[in-house]
């Protein structure tokens, strides 16, 4: 008996509460807006009664819901009425009032929960997407704009450097080296540098493998491969994030001193930095190209991607996380990490293979003379003049830093 009182009573409460958290009634069509929904009564020692919310079910005894309401013949010709007495919530308004966005019921507390009660999100219109509810417009948004045009930016990006390289090649020098070095980066700057390239590279490799590897890898790898790649990237990117802002806070606050802008990057910027033209533009320690990536890529771009990587991770402290919330920062993280990625990919290239010696620079700190004064004439000459010290650090530490050819060539 008991089994079967469950098997009638189980359902019933899981149908209500249900109903309850996700909408209001429709009962309210058709009565007074203040008059409450109400139920046949049942023995005191067994009804149960709802607490009363401003929408929704005001009040119901799980007793008198019958959950095999369908049985009857006349099911189908109950009007809006008839089905809020015998199911509560199960009609055409309720959940008209579903799809339109209204928050039913619900105990569970506003900053544990902030939407438990509201099952559909209201409409909005995001910049690219329709009229619709706010998930379906996200969904629009990351399918239809940022996936594809975000894949396509970053594929002009690849093909822009490869055809550069292909008709330009390597940016050698045209003078003979000299042996004497200076020293470009310290420990601590490649150090600071290293750390941030290296979270890039993490974060880079596997937002692409989630947002776009089932296009490309998924048909190679299968399923079950592609699920374990995608998840244990997940967690390498969860974990590279606070690398990478801690990082690029420090790589700001490093280097910010010689990336100030100077009337001299208007004439870098108007020729190009010679790289056309085969003769470059003097420049001090960093040209304009590198401090448009510095402030453009890394402070305005960066600020973006770490502080919305920050609100998807649920890191800022405070913030009520609606699904708005998270679909808005997935967004802007998207668009941010698309345009960064681009431009970083430019900067790596004249890092490593486009520029003969800037992979060195930074590896082991040093630079010859004459590599200085072809790409960075203006810092050259300030150091010839004595502004600038050539060797920041003490002398130890820069011998263990020089390889032992650059050494010797120091000492001769």
Not at 28 to 37: E, L, S
């Amino acid at each position: 008996m008991i089994h079967s009182l469950m098997q009638r009573i189980l359902p019933a409460v899981l149908a209500l509460a249900w109903v309850g958290a996700a909408c209001n009634a429709a009962a309210q069509n058709a009565q007074p807006a203040t008059t409450p929904v109400t139920t046949a009564a049942a023995p005191a020692t067994t009804a149960t009664k709802a607490p009363a919310a401003e929408g929704g079910v005001k009040s119901a005894n799980i007793f008198s819901i019958a959950p095999d309401a369908n049985t009857d013949p006349k099911y189908a010709d109950q009007n809006n009425a008839e089905r809020g007495k015998v199911q509560p919530g199960n009609n055409a308004p309720m959940w008209r009032q579903v799809g339109a966005g209204v928050t039913g019921y619900s105990s569970l507390p506003l900053s544990q929960a902030p939407e438990a009660g509201n099952l559909i999100q209201s409409f909005v219109q995001y910049p690219g997407s329709r009229l619709t509810n706010a998930g379906e417009a996200w969904r629009q948004v990351r399918n239809q704009w940022i996936i594809p045009y975000g894949g396509a930016l970053l594929l002009i990006a690849l093909g822009a450097v490869a055809l550069f390289y292909w008709r330009k090649g390597t940016m050698a020098l045209h003078g003979q080296e000299t042996g004497r070095k200076i020293e470009r980066f310290t420990p601590f700057e490649r150090s600071a540098h290293w750390s941030n390239a290296i979270a890039f590279c993490a974060l880079a490799i596997s937002g692409v493998v989630m947002a776009f590897g089932k296009y490309f890898l998924l048909p190679i790898l299968g399923g079950t491969l592609f699920g374990w790649l995608t998840y244990a990237l997940k967690n390498v990117h969860n974990f590279a994030g606070p690398l990478f802002a801690v990082s690029m806070v420090i790589v700001l606050i490093t280097f910010v001193r010689d990336n100030l802008p100077s009337s001299d990057d208007i004439q870098w910027l108007l020729h190009g930095g010679g790289m056309f033209s085969g003769k470059e533009v003097p420049s001090h320690r960093f040209n304009a190209g590198e401090k448009v990536v510095f402030w453009g890529g890394v402070f305005l771009l960066g600020g973006v991607v770490v502080t919305s990587g920050f609100v998807l991770d649920k890191l800022i402290p405070g913030l009520i996380y609606e699904r708005s919330t998270m679909q808005l920062a997935n967004m802007v993280h998207g668009v941010a990490t698309v345009l960064m990625m681009a431009m970083f990919i430019g900067h790596i290239y004249m890092g490593t293979i486009g520029m003969q010696g800037a992979y060195k620079a930074m590896r082991h700190g040093y630079v010859d003379e004459t590599w200085a004064k072809e790409h960075h004439e203006l810092w050259y000459n300030d150091i010839q003049a004595g502004k600038i010290p050539a060797h920041r650090t003490a002398p130890a530490s820069a011998t263990a830093s020089m390889s032992p050819a650059s050494s010797a060539s120091a000492q001769a």
